[in-house]
């Protein structure tokens, strides 16, 4: 099967040089609608879902494939193969953060630079490394999935229908924006926040852009700082912005800092 | 004298209504919020003030608020009836149903967002027993499939047996016929000539021959003789073979003597240079099938004529007697080597020491198949001194019915 349907591929804007958008734990490419356009008029834009995501094709997800990071970052690495990327530019959000570290190790010359919004390469705390969480928290976030998946994913459907104050958000919004199957998000889940990817850090072999937001309860300042110190050449960029999604709630920052590290 | 009512206004109905409000500044920390919600959660509107929505949350509740709904408030300015625990000061957990708002200005800036908090403890049981309830039919449905899975395979394996079975009958029909087709040319094209050969024969005796040629008549004599017990055997051991069985005609009332007599004559004819000797003690007659009798008692003397030292006779003895018939036929000669012995009435099992090297192998197979026919032995013992081979039936018994 072709990566592009399988990941639900967007391609746009004018440019030749690729810019590609990897969405985090949670939703799917909307995750970027503020921020994607931008850059539209320099770069030729790719999107895509996860497997699992938004309008991906759920019947490529095997829980042996994406039972670990890696699983995505094949996916990434063959979308790059598909599209023929050199020298691309990553944007990650979240858990996609370090898929684009893993990426960028497994095929080199593919990318020429990351942009990492909201890493983490650990979320548990291990020793004096603090990921913000203990396993027990983890584990009850992990419970709570698997006992309530109504309440999290299954009643999400209604809950965005219509949308009378933004109608540019159009009809394929309500259909598939942060709707995942429950059992697939719940294994996402556990993949993401038991992940440990720090030994990854040292090996990336480009340039990249770390975005920190303030009061980020996913991914705390002090993670942020461990992954700029990890990375062999990177930049650390501390945003006014609050929360885990600046892209959502600050994407004229999370922009001008994309442009002036570019 | 009792206080007036308070007034219904605004001001308390936002404080007291049936359901929690919050306002959140666009930093996510709380600026308002009212009694009801403050009596829920067990803080003062003081307390609440300045704390994140966050902060009534439990860790998992925060993560997949971050990760799920904060992202839908900002993509389409509101969300409706998002389940969240919240934590309350005593640590009890209190399931609710949220509605939130974002109220920006007239550039879009964000202002505040506005929530809307009602208790939803019943309706969040009612869920879990859906979804128990859902779980359940989609385990039934598991093993309904499981099971239709297994039925599937078992009706393919025994519409397989069935295919097979059929098959085999097909192949089993086919050989009949191929059975039916080798009995009647064995029969018929090889008995014509040797009839017409034979009728040659018996006209040559009325004619006037020199000794010479007497001679020569009787060795061709005894020439179709032997030629017609062979295919006599060959046309039995086909049909055994191919399935047919040893055909037995069972009459009641058969004199047995003048049959052993006549075969003992075609054999004493037929080899001029043995002696045979005999004694038959058969009161009554018997009920067996007399051609096959006739054959059995020709196979055993043939197969001592052929193996015996023409220097001492072959003696055939039959009697009856004690509800048991029972023939002998013994003659001198070399030992049956005890291999032989083991194999003595199997098909094609020749011996090695006779003079005779010319048969089938058939005759002793043929003969022991009769034997088993009539519900009879045939036994064979062999010494230096003499070979006997002993055939015997009950004089009453049922006859087996061929396989």
């Known amino acids: 099967m072709s990566s592009v349907e399988r990941n639900n591929i967007t391609i746009s804007g004018n440019g030749s040089r690729p810019m590609i958008f990897a969405h985090g734990f949670g939703c799917d490419q909307n995750m970027w609608r503020f921020v994607a356009p931008a850059f539209a008029d320099d770069f030729k834009v790719v999107l895509f879902d996860h497997v699992g995501a938004g309008r991906s094709d759920l019947s490529a997800y095997s829980s042996e494939k994406y039972g670990s990071l890696a699983g995505y970052a094949d996916d990434l690495v063959e979308i790059g193969e598909e599209l023929e990327l050199r020298d691309a530019v990553f944007v990650g959000h979240s858990v996609s953060a370090m898929i684009g570290v893993m990426a960028s190790i497994k095929a080199p010359g593919m990318f020429e ?38 309440g999290w994913s299954a009643a999400m459907a209604p809950a965005i229908m219509g949308n009378p104050d933004r109608p540019e958000l159009g009809e394929e919004l309500t259909n598939s924006f942060c709707r995942t199957d429950p059992d697939i998000a719940q294994e996402f889940a556990r993949v993401t926040f038991m992940s440990d990817s720090r030994g990854d850090l040292p090996k990336v072999p480009v340039r990249a852009l770390v975005l920190q937001c303030r009061d980020d309860i996913i991914a705390s300042e002090q993670v942020g700082e461990y992954v700029h110190r990890h990375l062999p050449e990177s930049q650390l960029v501390l945003l006014n912005a609050t929360g885990h999604c600046p892209n959502l709630s600050a994407p004229d920052e999370v922009i001008s800092a994309m442009r002036s590290f570019l | ?176 016929e191929l059975r039916e087709q080798f009995i009647a040319i064995l029969g018929h094209d090889l008995r014509n000539p040797l009839a017409s050969l034979d009728g040659g024969i018996r006209m040559l005796h009325g004619e006037n021959l020199s000794p010479q040629g007497e001679r020569v008549v009787k060795l061709l ?177 049922n006859p087996v019915e061929p396989d």
């Open chain 2, 1 to 176: 004298m009792a206080t007036p009512p308070p007034p219904e206004d605004l001001e308390d109905l936002y404080e007291h209504a049936p359901c929690g409000y919050m306002s959140l500044q666009p930093d996510g920390r709380i600026v308002k919020c009212n009694a009801t919600l403050c009596a829920w959660v067990g803080y003062s509107h003081d307390e609440l003030h300045g704390k994140r929505l966050h902060d009534l949350l439990s860790v998992a509740g925060r993560i997949f608020f971050e990760t799920h709904f904060a992202p839908l408030l900002r993509m389409q300015g509101y969300f409706d009836e998002v389940a969240l625990d919240f934590i309350a000061r005593d640590s009890t957990k209190i399931p609710v149903l949220a509605n939130a708002m974002e109220r920006r200005d007239d550039q879009g800036a964000l202002l505040f967002t506005r929530i809307t908090i009602f208790k939803a403890t019943d309706r969040r049981r009612y869920e879990r027993e859906l979804l128990e309830a859902r779980t359940n039919a989609q385990t039934a449905q598991r093993e309904l499939q499981a099971l239709n899975a297994t039925l599937e395979t078992r009706i393919r394996r025994a519409v397989e047996e069935r295919l097979q079975i059929e098959e085999s009958l097909a192949r089993e029909r086919q050989l009949a």
């Open chain 1, 113 to 150: 630079s990351l942009v990492l919004v909201g890493p983490s390469p650990r979320y548990i705390d291990d020793a004096d490394y603090r990921g913000g969480f203990s396993r027990a928290e983890i584990e009850e976030l992990l419970d709570s999935l698997a006992d309530n998946p109504m």
């Open chain 2, 221 to 397: 004599q005894g020439s179709t003789l032997r030629m017609s017990g062979l295919i006599d055997n060959i046309l039995d051991f086909a049909r055994t073979q191919l399935g047919g069985g040893i055909a037995l005609k069972i009459e009641d009332d058969v004199e047995v003597q003048p049959v052993l007599e006549q075969v003992v004559d075609e054999l004493r004819t037929a080899t001029p240079d043995a002696t045979i000797e005999t004694e038959f003690t058969i009161p009554a007659p018997m009920r067996c099938d007399r051609i096959r009798i006739g054959q059995l008692a020709s196979n055993l003397l043939g197969n001592a004529l052929a193996h015996g030292h023409r220097t001492s006779p072959v003696r055939v003895r039959a009697n009856a007697a004690d509800g048991e018939f029972v023939l002998s036929v013994t003659n001198a000669g070399e030992p049956i080597p005890p291999s032989t012995m083991e194999r003595l009435f199997q098909p094609f099992v020749r011996g090695t020491s006779g003079r005779n090297q010319d048969g089938l192998g058939l005759g002793l197979y043929i003969a022991s198949e009769i034997a088993r026919g009539h519900g009879g032995t045939l036994e064979a013992e062999s010494t230096a001194e003499e070979t006997r081979l002993t055939f015997c039936m009950p004089l009453t018994g």
